[in-house]
């Protein structure tokens, strides 16, 4: 009944961060999962220049999960809005710890950090930050369930912090749009960082996320891609640039069994993203 209640309550979540927007539902999506032999996952998707909404599995981009590393977003700005960190460029120096991924085990700044999606980093930088500030901006952005718990540097790892695919693509929209309760400065230099991909037809942006908890774990790539078009030459001399921009945003999630070491996964997330985007005609593959 709990369960029923929580999933009601975020359906009303979904209705209002798609209002104005046709919806409709994907199924055909689930074939790009399922060939990896995934079975629990979702997908959503908005384009914005048409104001509609694809999903596939309405239920699981509703449903809370961990954020893992895509809260990397979220505590970049606090640390830039805060002045925790003046800018991407503030160095950490490495704590002499030694972790599993060995680009991690070296001083570095914050573009760097966000590019390896180092661990350790971020949990200084949330340490700096302090309790107090974050959860005003937990609060202030309405960022998931805004629960921290009682450990600064773990909340957002050890399932305390939960946010839901829907709320996700709604984040991420409000920031592509300077709609956060952040400066447009600090907005716009983690736009920068997000930035994974450039081709001539597109740009993509997003930030990976993998909760490892006792029960499962759950696989995020959580962003945006803008999809650039060329202007024919009679365009040109009514606007400034010559190439237009639609943006669509993003936000997939899908679970493994614990310890699931069968498949490239961190790969697999990015080719079923891929896969989902250039079916939808956002990119080209």
């Known amino acids: ?170 984040f991420v929209k409000r920031l592509y749009f300077n709609e956060l309760p952040f400066s447009e400065r600090t907005q716009r230099i983690v736009r920068s960082m997000m930035l994974q991909e450039e081709t001539p037809d597109h740009k993509l942006y997003y930030k990976t996320g993998w909760a490892k908890l006792p029960q499962k774990q759950v696989l995020w790539v959580v962003g945006y891609v803008e999809k650039l078009e060329h202007m024919k030459e009679h365009e040109k001399s009514m606007n400034k640039s010559n190439v237009r921009m639609y943006p669509y945003f993003f936000a997939q999630n899908f679970e493994i069994a614990p310890n699931d070491t069968t498949k490239d996964w961190y790969n697999v997330r990015l080719e079923i993203l891929k896969d989902v985007l250039a079916d939808f005609g956002a990119i080209k593959k």
């Open 1 to 170: 009944m709990r369960i029923n209640l929580f999933l009601f309550s975020l359906l009303i979540v979904f209705a209002s961060s798609c209002r104005e927007a046709r919806i409709h539902e994907k199924n055909d999506w689930g074939k790009h999962f399922e060939k990896h032999g995934i079975k629990n996952a979702c997908f959503i998707l908005r384009d914005n220049n048409h104001e509609t909404v694809q999903f596939y599995n309405k239920e699981r981009c509703l449903e809370r999960f961990s954020p893992a590393s895509t809260f990397k977003i979220f505590n970049s700005l606090v640390a830039l809005e805060t002045a925790t960190a003046p800018d991407e460029q503030l160095v950490i120096k490495w704590d002499s710890v030694v972790r599993p991924i060995a680009e991690w085990n070296k001083d570095m700044n914050m573009r760097e950090a966000f590019k390896t999606s180092n661990v350790g980093y971020y949990q200084e930088i949330a340490r700096r930050v302090g309790p107090h500030f974050m959860q005003h901006y937990l609060d202030t952005a309405n960022y998931g369930n805004k629960r921290m718990g009682g450990a600064i540097d773990q909340f957002w790892l050890n399932d305390t912090l939960q946010i839901s695919a829907d709320e996700q693509l709604g």
